[in-house]
């Protein structure tokens, strides 16, 4: 973009990309705020105003003008599972934003006719029975006529999933299929499975039907994953977490990432977790990983940063909210020890899905048996996951121990159903991330996308800063909310000192990597309800622009098209985006709404005292009056 008042110089040093004239937060409290900085070789090189910047101005550098928007450093996503979903990103119908249930299933009756027989309709996270306005599940029999013929697979958080009748078919259930562990085939009279799986508690048999689809190969995994990474860079994710999970196996669904990152076409950094996959064997499976590598091993695009988030699938508690919190073996810690003594020996860090404090309690007690031994603390980097219902007394053993954690919005979609099981004074603190920042601890902060929540980073912001769900049930007061800076920091520098990387991202400072986000909107000065809209117009990484839009249209690299032609996303796109409440008339007209709701209200009440005649007023014109 041609920029006045900067005249390109003939240097050895120019700088690759240059962005001026923005609002710059720079999160380093040397210099929290700017106008401009340089980005040479990946790094960078100035930050500060014109002057600073206008002697790196070659002939070869790339300025950009910010118009004044507002720049944060670049997202980091403290948990996602990056991997896992990039390998399925085409394959999946999004429902993440779609505001009405009749909306989404005319999404799927659409994408079931230009599906290919053979081939499943699936929608599968990023949204919740809240969000729409008829506050419901689709039902069965909505799912028959929208596809008499294509599987269709709906899951429903870690609660439930829906399936027509031909999935239930192509997933091969019939009347004699055993119920399984840890959850439930719903039946009808006739013993017939109706096409409703819950989870009870155990999401096993949700994600075990999942499995059952078909997946997609070759060249497409590939083409898949890049437009999944576009898609968070969308949002100014420029780092991700990798947190592993079910049903992805190394080294087979890690290759993708591997062979992208030779190629030079990741366009998010990720640092990876090794989940053993198979009950019983999974000593022999992390002996076997501690002897192959080393955590750190790899650069700042792809790198090792340990095991988890489960070391043991009996030490693995569930965080399905409608259901009873799960009672755990009493023998599990036998293993667990084990494992979690092979990490520490071998300088592994891990992290652990840990829902509710009764495991937290019992993890803990077998870190301070080993405590004991000079094990804890040890320089190695370990944490807690999602934590919801973590205690005071807990986080101080954590603190003692040197541990950290990462919470994540899952209460952004799953709020209602855990208000109903556990009543609104556990709710204020689920996660009691006040307390866990005022004793210093590192919280980074995350998503958990793609199976539950969406991986849309600003609804995870909204919900550290408002404490409100996507349906805008109220569940954190203000003692257990974050400020705005605080929320950011959470996902930025905080989410770098999980993988050892503090010294090299997380902040716009010289010498650190080039990652980056101009945004729509300014994220310090728009009203509370507009921090879930925000997207990014310009996202850099180490100095490459991988996504633009708006004014920023063509910048970004080009992308091969989607494949297969049919995937839901080459029609629909990812993230459904509505427009910002405090600025559209949509809010105007829904607030008019509620004041003629507030009316008829009001003329009832009269009604019912006698004031005013039962029936509704005539609406009168006097344009038509005799």
């Not at 310090?524 to 996504?547: K, M, N, Q, Y």
Request: aromatic share 8%; charged share 20%; glycine share 10%.
């Amino acid at each position: 973009m041609p920029v006045g008042g900067l005249t390109p110089q003939a240097t050895d040093d120019a700088a690759d990309l240059i962005v001026r004239n923005a609002k710059i937060h720079t999160g380093d409290p040397s210099r929290p705020q700017a106008e401009a900085l340089a980005i040479r070789a990946g790094v960078i090189t100035v930050v500060g105003d014109d002057t600073d910047v206008a002697p790196q101005t070659g002939p070869g550098t790339k300025v950009v003008d910010g118009l004044g928007r507002r720049m944060i450093p670049g997202l980091n996503d403290a948990h996602l599972h990056v991997i896992r979903g990039g390998l399925n990103y085409v394959l999946e119908l999004r429902w993440d934003g779609v505001p009405t249930l009749r909306q989404g299933l005319a999404m799927l009756r659409e994408q079931a006719a230009r599906t290919p027989k053979g081939q499943w309709v699936r929608v599968v996270g990023g949204w919740s029975a809240e969000q729409f306005a008829e506050r419901r599940l689709p039902t069965v029999a909505e799912l028959n006529a929208a596809a008499p013929d294509t599987p269709v697979f709906v899951l429903h958080l870690y609660q439930a999933a829906v399936l027509n009748r031909a999935a239930l078919k192509a997933a091969g259930f019939t009347r004699d299929t055993p119920e399984p562990g840890g959850g439930q085939i719903v039946r009808g009279r006739d013993g017939e499975p109706t096409g409703m799986l819950l989870a009870a508690p155990s999401a096993l048999v949700l994600y075990s039907t999942l499995a059952k689809a078909p997946v997609l190969q070759g060249e497409d995994r590939k083409t898949s994953t890049r437009h999944f990474l576009r898609e968070l860079n969308r949002f100014g994710l420029t780092s991700a977490i990798d947190a592993a999970g079910g049903f992805q196996n190394f080294p087979d669904n890690y290759s993708t990432v591997v062979e992208l990152a030779e190629a030079g076409q990741l366009s998010v950094r990720i640092a990876y977790h090794l989940f053993p996959q198979t009950a019983g064997q999974e000593i022999d499976d992390l002996t076997r990983w501690v002897d192959m590598a080393r955590p750190e091993d790899g650069d700042e695009w792809l790198r090792l940063n340990g095991a988890g988030e489960n070391l043991t699938w009996a030490a693995a508690d569930f965080e399905n909210f409608a259901q009873p919190r799960p009672t755990l073996s009493s023998g599990y810690e036998e293993q667990f020890e084990k494992a979690v003594r092979l990490l520490m020996e071998n300088g592994w860090g891990f992290r652990l899905h840990a829902t509710y404090d009764e495991t937290i309690r019992r993890d803990l007690a077998v870190f301070e048996k080993l405590a004991a031994e000079g094990l804890f603390p040890s320089g190695n980097r370990w944490l807690f996951d999602h934590a919801e219902t973590v205690s005071a007394d807990s986080l101080d053993r954590i603190t003692a121990l040197g541990g950290a954690l990462s919470v994540q919005n899952r209460l952004s979609f799953q709020g209602e159903a855990f208000l109903r099981r556990y009543g609104p004074g556990i709710a204020a603190d689920a996660p009691p991330i006040g307390a866990m920042l005022e004793r210093g601890l590192t919280v980074g902060a995350g998503t958990d996308a793609t199976r539950v929540s969406s991986y849309n980073p600003w609804i995870a912001l909204h919900w550290l800063i408002t404490g409100r769900s996507v349906g805008d049930l109220v569940m954190r007061p203000p003692h257990n909310r974050v400020d705005r800076r605080t929320a950011l920091a959470m996902f930025t520098e905080a989410g770098a000192s999980l993988t050892g990387e503090q010294d090299v991202k997380g902040v716009l400072r010289p010498g650190f990597l080039g990652d980056l986000a101009l945004l729509s909107e300014d994220y310090f000065t728009v009203p509370e309800p507009d921090i879930a809209h925000i997207e990014s117009l310009l996202t850099v990484v180490g100095g490459r622009i991988v996504h633009a839009a708006a004014e920023y249209e063509g910048l970004d690299e080009e992308l091969p098209p989607v494949s297969p032609a049919w995937s839901p996303v080459a029609h629909y796109g990812g993230y459904r985006a509505t427009p910002p409440t405090g600025l559209s008339g949509t809010r105007q007209a829904e607030l008019l709404g509620q004041a003629v709701a507030e009316s008829e209200q009001h003329r009832q009440w009269r009604a019912r005292r006698g004031l005013t005649p039962q029936t509704a007023n005539t609406p009168f014109d006097p344009c038509f009056a005799l």
